[in-house]
Every structure is written in structure tokens, then in C-alpha cells.
């Protein structure tokens, strides 16, 4: 069942088990393991195993109770536009496993500076061109779990992010009962052995209720981006460079762009949501900006948005859709709380006391000076 936790995940019951289903789709793919069975990667999110096979290297990723939606949403990928994400060997809803072939090389770790740059720069067309050609599934989607944020959504959403983000304050964290009686307008006592002096608490605490003055500006812009002409689709809504694979060995920008669209898949949907496609983009630039100390009129950062908004030219005017884009990253805002909200579903107190703070730092961004802050 999808949804365990990291001691189950880590446990050599429950991997004699994975690997035991792992083979068995293997065999029923037509592939063999060639190798010894590895776990990259164990979160409170989710864990991954990855193995050799006589046909390439295979993942095996178990997403937790939050982002379960992801193997549906995968399969729906894989249906749609099976040339821009990792190959579909295996899904299963009811045990939460999603078996993928190797999707190619992660682009932050062969690629850097200008050259990082050109790579995005293809890379976001086909991300676009996936985004509309998702835009007829929009209700199959949420229908399948993947969360609501359309615009029409997101006023509700505020109050969510705000309490999610009152966890986050240093009296709530690990808190037992916190994530069940979240309040952004009280406090809470500290938990046991962990030292927070009252100016941190009460410091937080107003920095919620001020945020949430502001309730009537993300009305203000909810309305706005309401009357929108592009409609609602997927939303990677965790999109950088770790996220976007490139095939084989040669991965220079030269043989990126020459190599088809087969040569960039995007992977790790687990955060994905149904909203207003260009929302998205506050991480894919804005990751890029904080990594690299650029504005947002930066020509670079300004390239690539117009890369992007160039798919959706069909739409509105190109100041329009830059518009849109800013005002749609703003509200991402609010998006990120509950992102990390869902991934910390199910998990223990120090895990959910070492990622505790996630929440209130992205909502922070909702009082940046640019829509290309992520954090704080």
C-alpha cells in the first residue's frame, strides 16, 4: 500500500518484498535483473530502488500517502506524451510502486553555467508542449488525486497554507497533535527537550497573522488570473535541473538540441497539481536565478521565460502572458505550504521536525519584492 514510512522503507522485510515484485515485473517486461539492488534515495517522501538489467538500468520508486497521485499520473504521461517522460515498465495504485526505465542522465550534474542554459532553453518548449497537451485530462487528473490548484481554488488554498504554515512555527514543530488542530491565530507549547525562546515563537506567530493580512491582495490577484485564457493543466510544480534527464553519454547542449525531442524527459511528478500552467515556472527560474545570482530582468532568465511563453503564443499577446506568468508565480506562494504538507504525511516526529519548516518558508515568498523568490 502506498504510504508507508521510512522505517518500513528501510526495513529488510519490506525490501526482500519490493525486490521480490521488482523481478517479477521484470520478467514480465521482458527483462532481467543483472545486478545487485540499490536504495539512492529514502525520504519521508518517498524511497527509490534501482537495479541493472540486461535491457538498462531500471527505478523503482515508492511515493508516500502525499504524492500517491503520482503513479497515476505517470501512467496518463506515459499515455500522452510517452516520449517526454521516463518509460512505463510497471504501475501499481494499490501497492504504491511505479516501475521506470532509465530515463537518461540528470542534466545539474553534467551541465552547468551557459551550457545549462542552452540545455533549458530546448528543455522548456517540450515542458510547454506537454502542459497543452495535457490541458483536455485536466479533470482526469484530479480525478486520479493530483492536487487541486486552479485558480479558482487557491483563496480556499491561502487558508490551508497559512495553517500548514503555523505547524512550521518552532512552538508546533514535532508537535504530536499539531497537524491535527493547526491554527495560524494561536500558539502551541514547544515540544519536550527542545529549546525555543518566546521571542522565536511569538515572532513566527506574527509573521503568520501578517501574511495573512494580505488575504485580500490574493484575492485581488486570484481574480485577475481568473480571467485568463489559458487553461489549467499539469504543473510539474518541482521542475529544475535535477528533474530533467538527458539521454546518453554526450550530454553537451550541441547533441541535446540536435537530438529530437526523445533526448529530454522530465521526471519526479510527485508534486505535481492542476492549475494555471505557468505557476510552475517560479521554481524552474526561480531555482536558476538563486543558483546563479540573477534578476528577474536578467536576459538570461528573461530568455528563457519567452522560450517557454513562446508555445502558448497562440493564446494572448506575449505581454499578456508575461503578465500572467508573474502574477501566476506569485500565487505559487501558496502552492509550496501544502506541497510539503503532503509530503510529510505519514511521517515521524524527526522527520516531520527536520522538514518542519518547509511550509512557512515558501510561503514567505508571498511578500517578496520579485515573483521569482522562492523562499526565505
Not at 504521461?77 to 537518461?104: F, Y
Amino acid at each position: 500500500m502506498a504510504g508507508v514510512s521510512v522505517g518500513v522503507w528501510s526495513s529488510a522485510e519490506w525490501r526482500a518484498d519490493a525486490v521480490a515484485w521488482l523481478d517479477w515485473r521484470l520478467r514480465a517486461a521482458g527483462r532481467s535483473r543483472t545486478g545487485e539492488v540499490d536504495q539512492p534515495r529514502l525520504r519521508p517522501w518517498g524511497t527509490v530502488l534501482s537495479a541493472p538489467t540486461d535491457r538498462g538500468r531500471v527505478w523503482l520508486k515508492v511515493p508516500g500517502p502525499g504524492n500517491a497521485a503520482e503513479i497515476e499520473l505517470h501512467g496518463l504521461l506515459a499515455h500522452v506524451v510517452p516520449e517526454l517522460v521516463p518509460g512505463l515498465l510497471a504501475a501499481d495504485s494499490a501497492d504504491g510502486r511505479l516501475l521506470l526505465a532509465d530515463g537518461g542522465i540528470v542534466l545539474s550534474r553534467h551541465s552547468d553555467g551557459p551550457e545549462l542554459v542552452d540545455v533549458l532553453a530546448s528543455a522548456l518548449p517540450r515542458y510547454a508542449r506537454l502542459q497543452r497537451a495535457l490541458m483536455p485530462y485536466a479533470e482526469k487528473m484530479l480525478t486520479a488525486g493530483v492536487p487541486d490548484m486552479r485558480v479558482e481554488a487557491l483563496p480556499a488554498r491561502f487558508d490551508q497554507a497559512l495553517r500548514a504554515a503555523a505547524y512550521s512555527t518552532p512552538d508546533a514543530r514535532g508537535a504530536p497533535d499539531a497537524r491535527g488542530a493547526r491554527d495560524f491565530t494561536g500558539t502551541r507549547p514547544a515540544i519536550a527537550g527542545e529549546a525555543v525562546g518566546q521571542s522565536e515563537q511569538e515572532g513566527a506567530t506574527a509573521e503568520i497573522r501578517a501574511i495573512a493580512g494580505l488575504r485580500e491582495t490574493v484575492a485581488g490577484w486570484c481574480e485577475r488570473l481568473g480571467r485568463s485564457v489559458v487553461p489549467p493543466t499539469v504543473d510539474h510544480n518541482d521542475l529544475h535541473a535535477d528533474n530533467i534527464l538527458v539521454d546518453g553519454d554526450d550530454v553537451h547542449a550541441d547533441s541535446v538540441l540536435a537530438g529530437g525531442p526523445g533526448r529530454i524527459r522530465f521526471a519526479d511528478w510527485g508534486d505535481a497539481v492542476v492549475g494555471h500552467p505557468f505557476a510552475g515556472m517560479k521554481i524552474t527560474l526561480g531555482a536558476l536565478a538563486h543558483r546563479e545570482g540573477l534578476a528577474a530582468d536578467d536576459p538570461v532568465i528573461v530568455g528563457l521565460r519567452d522560450a517557454y511563453l513562446g508555445e502558448f503564443s497562440d493564446l494572448a499577446p506575449h505581454a499578456t502572458l508575461v503578465g500572467e506568468l508573474e502574477l501566476a508565480c506569485r500565487l505559487a506562494a501558496i502552492i509550496g505550504p501544502l506541497t510539503w504538507e503532503r509530503a510529510l504525511t505519514g511521517a515521524g516526529p524527526d522527520e516531520a521536525r527536520r522538514y518542519a519548516d518547509g511550509p512557512l518558508r515558501r510561503l514567505r515568498a508571498l511578500t517578496a519584492g520579485s515573483w521569482l523568490t522562492l523562499s526565505s
